[in-house]
């Protein structure tokens, strides 16, 4: 597959990604939507590593990896805090928090 390929999969996914962060008003779906955008990320660094044949960015990509799993986690443990104080997943409950 050329890279052109892999660019215009991984430019549709981040617009999907982008566009779910946009319209989103529900924590679990903006959660999902970063998750889209940061694969779109992680399918530019693969490509590119194979398109240059270094090694590099899979390394990163690895990397990019455990980091969004660290972010979906403490992301998913806010999301369960929310909830349990407002029991509600909207994210303008969440502003209400402020203090």
């Not at 597959?1 to 779906?29: C, D, E, H």
């Not at 443990?77 to 402020?98: F, G, H, I, N």
């Amino acid at each position: 597959m050329p890279l052109s390929a892999y660019i215009l999969l991984s430019a549709a996914l981040f617009s999907l990604g982008v566009y779910g962060a946009l319209t989103r008003r529900n924590a679990i779906g903006l959660l999902v939507s970063v998750e889209l955008m940061a694969n779109a990320a992680n399918i530019n660094l693969v490509a590119f590593s194979r398109y240059l044949g270094a090694a590099e960015g899979q390394a990163l990509t690895l990397f990019t990896i455990a980091l969004t799993v660290a972010e979906a986690v403490v992301g998913l443990s806010l999301v369960l805090l929310l909830y349990r104080s407002r029991k509600s997943l909207q994210v303008e409950d969440a502003a209400e928090m402020k203090g």
